[in-house]
Structure formats: C-alpha cells, structure tokens
C-alpha cells in the first residue's frame, strides 16, 4: 500500500526559528532566482514592499546581486523603533570606500538604521547605526557574512558583536539594499563592492532568532 506524502512543513528561511511571517516585511533572495525581475519580489508576500532598482546590480544566480560599488535598491521600507534586519553578504579586498550593505540615513535629524562592512580606511572595523549612535566592531569584513541589527542590538554571523548606545526616536528613511540610503538616496561609489545573497527585514526585535536565521541563510 503507497502511503500518503504529508506537506512539508519546513519554515522558509526569513522565518527561521519560528518568525511569525506577520512581523517580515521584506525578504529578497537574488541567490538562486530565476533572473534579475524574480530576484526583486519580496518572499514574505507584500508586493508594495518588493525591491526597485535606483541603480541596477548585476545578476548571477550563484552570487545574487553583483555590484562594484554604484549599485542601490529601495525597498519602500520605513524602520521605527524595535525593527531588525539581516544581510547575507560577499566581498573582496578593502577598496578605500565608506562600503554600505543595507540601511537608511537621515543626517538632518542624526537618525541612522544601517550596516557598512568597513567604515572607510583599511584599519577600520565594520559598522552598525541605529538612532544617533553607532559602534565600530572587529576588523573590516572582506569575505562572506552574515550580519544583523536588532534594534541596537549587533550580530556577526549568529554571534553578538555590541550594542550601540542610540535610540530611535524618528524614521530615519526608506531602507536601501547594496547602500545606505543617504537623506533618500545613496551616494554613487559608496556601496557594497562585492555580491549580496540574501536579505531580511523585520518590525520585531529577531535577536531570539538570529543564530536561527544565520544558519539558514548560510544554507541558501
């Protein structure tokens, strides 16, 4: 007798740990989509929040979003307090550039929500900004990550990397992909030299389910 196969009831990765699918509100996986157009939906289901390129990256399905440094997406996405977010990410040799992964700036009122993989001279370590503060962690990131901000709360694949001391207490901006957004757009040359795998964003602290994510994410 042939027995029934059950569905699978395996989580996708931006859910990784239990993430009620309610509290994602963009997650992108260039690596594997179909072609360029596939890789900009937004896998947790809102479309007013799929990816739209200011500058296009390049595509390949093995590295996902290829960028040499001028590449940007919006994401329509406004953080408030208690947000979260989490980049899976490859890049090369320090380029002498401020190199922004994903985030959002709005310098008129100091209010940041962002990580760069190195803040701007080759002995500088990488960065996470949240409200006015930010905190540089370890060295410069030259090869595969995963990073996340919960809050003020810092990740370095799985791994808590800080706190910065800063609060939230005005949106700071759209979050971009590939750059920082700076006052609404991203500044040409300052963005990721290198490829981006995977993204997430959340409207709840993941600290619980960053170890979680980041396995699932590497698995991608």
């Not at 380029?95 to 500088?124: C, E, K, L, P």
């Not at 810092?154 to 759209?174: E, H, K, R, Y």
Request: with cysteine; glycine share 12%; proline share 5%.
């Amino acid at each position: 007798m042939l027995l029934s196969k059950k569905p699978s009831t395996a989580l996708p990765w931006y859910r990784a740990g239990g993430i009620p699918l309610a509290n994602c509100i963009g997650a992108y996986k260039p690596k594997g989509a179909v072609d360029l157009a596939t890789s900009y939906v937004n896998l947790a289901g809102n479309a007013a929040y799929n990816a739209s390129p200011g500058s296009a990256p390049s595509f390949d399905a093995a590295l996902g979003w290829v960028s040499t440094g001028d590449a940007w997406l919006t994401t329509g996405i406004t953080p408030t307090a208690n947000y979260s977010m989490i980049v899976r990410f490859n890049t090369g040799a320090y380029d002498g550039t401020q190199t922004g992964v994903i985030g959002t700036f709005n310098t008129t009122t100091a209010q940041y929500f962002a990580m760069r993989h190195h803040r701007g001279s080759a002995g500088d370590g990488h960065v996470y900004y949240y409200g006015e503060g930010f905190v540089i962690a370890g060295v410069r990131l030259t090869s595969a990550n995963v990073l996340a901000l919960s809050a003020n709360k810092c990740f370095l694949n799985g791994v808590a990397d800080g706190t910065v001391a800063g609060t939230l207490s005005t949106t700071p901006g759209i979050i971009s992909l590939l750059s920082i957004a700076i006052n609404g757009t991203p500044v040409a040359g300052q963005g990721l030299a290198g490829s981006l795998q995977a993204a997430a964003i959340y409207d709840i602290d993941i600290s619980p389910y960053v170890a979680a994510l980041t396995t699932a994410m590497n698995l991608l």
